[in-house]
Nanobody, 117 residues
């Protein structure tokens, strides 16, 4: 009964900001590394950012310094603050927990981010 609900996407201008949210339930949220992925049209889904149960974060180079992943273990929420948005950030964004073996098996419905003038 894992459930992940992504929200907060929308349309932004280049240089603008959006804040994505992921509401998680059905598993022991606090012990899992959580991640945001994105998938642009015609492209493979790619990992964007991770945050461990202890709050350690990692980012792919193209978003480093612009995106911030965070979590609230009480509310069972994961966030992705997206600043200085670029058209190349346009994609559907998904959050997911990471299994102990490093896989991602559970996904929400995704939320669309469109960056355009």
């Amino acid at each position: 009964q894992v459930q992940l609900v992504d929200s907060g996407g929308g349309v932004a201008q280049p240089g603008g900001s959006l804040r994505l949210s992921c509401a998680a339930s059905g598993f022991i949220f606090s012990i899992f590394t959580m991640a945001w992925h994105r998938q642009a049209p015609g492209k493979q889904r790619e990992l964007v950012a991770t945050i461990t149960s202890g709050g350690r974060t990692n980012y792919i180079d193209v978003v480093k310094g612009r995106f911030t992943i965070s979590r609230d273990n009480i509310k069972k929420m994961v966030y992705l603050q997206m600043d200085s948005l670029k058209p190349e950030d346009t994609a559907v964004y998904y959050c997911a927990p990471q299994t102990p073996g490093g896989a991602f098996d559970s996904w929400g419905q995704g939320t669309q981010v469109t960056v355009s003038s």
